[in-house]
């Protein structure tokens, strides 16, 4: 897996990275288009539990419903499934481990990466590790 930019045919959405620039702040970049991590416990969703949808920060995509948020205590927001088609994973070997990394199917914004089998008592038994500024909420209200 490379560290570079998403762009691929495959999404719908396509953006240069000075169009991505011009519509991201400098954080949302590092993140969904080079494939940073925020620092953990510093997301504004972490602890945030309101219902209605997480959308990709990126495309607006929606990525996640809050019925499938749970707190795993990773620093980072956590779900245990993602909306039918709303990511694409690819294998991260970067770090000195092998990974899951998920992506937004519509325009490739990196959200974080998955695992499996920790022991999270939740349907899926996965862990969505996500970045909070990859992800906008809408409240239910607003859907």
């Not at 949302?28 to 510093?42: C, D, G, H, V, Y």
């Not at 294998?91 to 914004?109: A, F, H, L, P, V």
């Amino acid at each position: 897996m490379s560290s570079g930019n998403n762009n691929n045919k495959n999404f719908k959405v396509q953006k240069t990275d000075e169009e991505w620039r011009a519509i991201l702040s400098p954080e949302q970049f590092a993140i969904l288009r080079k494939k940073s991590t925020e620092r953990p416990n510093t997301g504004e969703y972490n602890k945030f539990n309101k219902e209605g949808i997480y959308n990709c920060a990126g495309c607006n995509q929606p990525i996640y419903k809050s019925s499938t948020k749970f707190d795993a205590h990773c620093g980072w927001p956590a779900f245990y499934e993602a909306i039918e088609g709303s990511i694409v994973t690819v294998t991260d070997t970067s770090m000195g481990m092998t990974r899951t990394e998920m992506m937004c199917s519509n325009c490739g914004g990196h959200l974080g990466h998955i695992f499996t089998g920790e022991g999270f008592n939740t349907p899926t038994d996965a862990r969505h590790c996500v970045n909070s500024i990859s992800l906008k909420f809408k409240p239910k209200e607003n859907l």
